[in-house]
């Protein structure tokens, strides 16, 4: 009858009203609501009425008082988790699930990064190591020796794109040797160090001391050596042709002996000069040591450019070093950059040794992993540079579980490492500068010439 009048009046029935729970939350058919951040044990629901006259026009006051808390959230079960319900009076609520923050403290450290990497990862075998060494210096002169016998115009091209990857690869190992991950005789490291470095003009120790403050200061805006962000300050008092050179592919993979001689924009000094900024004083004969090898190595290669000719040197070991740098630049560039998402630098409080290390990128090289040793493995060599390159692919898998979301697994997309030109033009194109002031801070883009980066 109630049914019946109220239908007769245009009214629609109130709905339905459980009663109180004594605790917990209120079941209704399959979905359950549990209610947050409320003082309340439940919810109280009063239905307060005044009599509804036979007459369907006059006058009719539902009065409905809720006693709830403001926010409401769902819980489905296992098949309908994550699903939207109906919540009270028929308002839907919907919570976000926060997306990661690849700037936010990680709820790990140091020491449980290390201890999930097997002891055996941190042990040097200096015989080991030497074979890397005379694998590569085999390589060497016997692609030399093949390109002087065959002397073909077709096979010139070849000889430099080989050529240089193999002046990389003992780069790399002269890096190790700058690490101590080389061996634990500080003689050998610099020995061997000297006679690689020295050989693809390479001041080692002052290479060595400017990569260890890099190391160091991984991560941070201004304290950082290679391949740090510029501030926007320093960034607009930049000239034009400055601005080209460094944003213009392929023109920033030619950087390395340039910043051999006068470092970075907003920094002054010289890897070949002991009085420089920076050295330390004790630091200086070991700097005078590696410019004096440097400087017998150039004029070695003077003194062979009378002997075989100028264009001789310049198609055995000119064209092969500016192979071998712009392989260091691409690496040393895409360790820091380049990755699809932003990545923070940091500044002041908010920089930590694991912070800044966690924000660099490994990058697959396909068949040329091997033959500059790895070096794309890179997050655990930046956060423990004395493991030897021919553990690291061992040391990153075991401390992957640890690192979670932090960790950006490289695309692995071929046998040659093609697609990384383009994660180094799209850089290019977007990572310009930096604010000045901000403690977390990403890359902006300068619309002026972020439509300008392209590969010549």
């Known amino acids: ?108 450290n140091l020491a449980d990064i290390r201890a999930a990497i097997p002891k055996h990862c941190w042990v040097k075998d200096p015989w080991r190591s030497m074979s890397y060494v005379a694998r590569d210096v085999a390589v060497v002169f016997g692609l030399a020796a093949a390109a002087v016998y065959l002397n073909k115009w077709f096979v010139w091209p070849l000889y430099w794109a080989a050529q240089g990857t193999m002046f990389w690869a003992l780069f790399v190992l002269g890096h190790d040797c700058g690490h101590g991950s080389f061996s634990n005789n500080h003689k050998l490291n610099s020995v061997v160090g000297h006679l690689l470095h020295s050989s693809i003009l390479v001041p080692y120790h002052g290479w060595r001391i400017s990569h260890r403050t890099h190391h160091q200061n991984h991560g941070h805006v201004e304290n950082d050596e290679s ?102 630049d691409l690496v040393t560039y895409l360790h820091h950059h380049g990755h699809e998402d932003k990545l923070p630098w940091y500044r002041g409080k908010e920089w930590s040794y694991l912070r800044g290390g966690l924000t660099t990128i490994d990058r697959d090289y396909g068949l040329i992993n091997n033959i500059h040793h790895d070096i794309g493995t890179h997050v655990i060599h930046h956060l423990f540079p004395q493991i030897p390159h021919y553990h690291l692919i061992e040391a990153t898998e075991a401390a992957r579980p640890v690192f979670g979301e932090y960790y950006r697994e490289p695309k692995k997309l071929g046998p040659l490492p093609f697609h990384l030109i383009g994660s180094l033009i799209r850089s290019l194109k977007q990572d310009h500068y930096v604010s000045d002031s901000g403690d977390v801070v990403y890359y902006q883009t300068d619309p002026k010439i972020s439509g300008s980066s392209k590969l010549k």
């Open 1 to 108: 009858m109630a049914s019946w009048v109220l239908s007769e009046c245009g009214l629609r029935p109130l709905p339905q009203v459980f009663p109180r729970p004594r605790a917990g939350p209120i079941s209704y058919k399959t979905s359950k609501i549990r209610f947050l951040h409320s003082n309340e044990t439940g919810m109280d629901l009063k239905l307060h009425s005044k009599r509804i006259s036979s007459g369907c026009l006059r006058e009719r006051n539902w009065g409905l008082k809720v006693s709830a808390p403001l926010r409401v959230a769902s819980v489905e079960g296992e098949e309908e988790r994550g699903e939207r319900i109906n919540g009270v009076n028929g308002f839907k609520e919907e919570k976000e699930e926060p997306g990661f923050d690849p700037g936010a403290p990680p709820p790990f």
């Open 227 to 328: 391949w740090h962000p510029l501030s926007e300050r320093i960034y607009k008092n930049l000239d034009n042709l400055t601005k080209a050179f460094r944003f213009t592919a392929p023109f920033p993979l030619f950087a390395y002996p340039f910043y051999l001689w006068g470092r970075s924009p907003g920094k002054t000094g010289s890897h070949y000069d002991p009085n420089s900024d920076l050295f330390v004083p004790n630091e200086r004969k070991d700097v005078i040591t590696s410019t004096v090898c440097w400087t017998a190595m150039a004029a070695l290669l003077v003194g062979l450019s009378f002997v075989m000719g100028p264009v001789q040197l310049l198609k055995l070991y000119a064209v092969p070093y500016w192979v071998f740098v712009m392989w260091l």
